[in-house]
């Protein structure tokens, strides 16, 4: 990966909150997102011509208000590709700083067999991009049900990135998210092997153990309380016929 990505920051300071627009581009790449307190809100897709939103569907998408304006994106993409040829031009290039990538893959959800879930890989603290990620299933290269978020900047300067993958775990399956970066002298892969519960199972199980240990204990205090009252019964008795037996 011999492209440079050149990316412009903006910060945006308010009270209690920190927004920054990112404008970013290389030679075959382009990238126009926003954001607040380092989650990202919006981007820009240059393959379809209109802003994305990446809010969280449970957050309330309403009270927020999205340009719909795709010309000062496209504007502001052309101004830095022309920053980037100038100084890919006459920048006397120096050893150029990076950092490698730190791959981790995880379910969205809790894995139930043959439900519908999502695998995430998180790709965080490289420098600089971009990263190219790829899955493979059973160590077959999959290219479909595949979502790639936008480079988002982290605190230390570096970049973190999400590929997800949707999927319908079965017993025995395999998946891998495999990360490509400037700086790693090798591929990194990380596998996930379909570890899942069977319908039902695991509640049904755990109920059945928790009933037989209660009535287990039941009637284990039962019959402490029925010899308990016995032996007071005997002890009555016995105290009885002493006192008969005295008088």
Known sequence: FSETFYVFVYIVLFLVHKGHHLVGCSDTEREDMYG?????????NFNKNKA???????????SFRFPTDFEPCVYSTKICK?????????????A???????????????????VENTL??????FFPPPVRVSW??????????????QYRPSSDGTYNLFSML???????ETYSCTVNHKALQQPQTKIWDVE?????????????????????????GAYFCIKAHTNCSQLSLMSDCTTVKTC
């Open 36 to 44: 607040l307190d380092g989650e990202e809100i919006y981007y820009y």
């Open 52 to 62: 994305v939103v990446a809010i969280p569907e449970f957050a309330d998408s309403v």
């Open 82 to 94: 022309d920053f980037l040829a100038l100084f890919t031009n006459n920048y006397v290039h120096q």
């Open 96 to 114: 150029e700083q990076t950092d490698p990538p730190q791959t981790s893959i995880y379910p969205r959800d809790d894995v139930v067999v043959s």
């Open 120 to 125: 995430i890989c998180h790709v965080t603290g």
């Open 136 to 149: 493979s299933k059973n160590n077959v290269n999959v290219t479909e049900n595949i979502t790639l978020s």
């Open 166 to 172: 949707k999927i319908i775990p079965l017993e025995g």
């Open 196 to 220: 899942a519960v069977l319908p039902g199972i695991g509640p049904s199980a755990f109920c059945g153990v928790g009933l037989t240990l209660g009535l287990f204990g039941v009637v284990t």
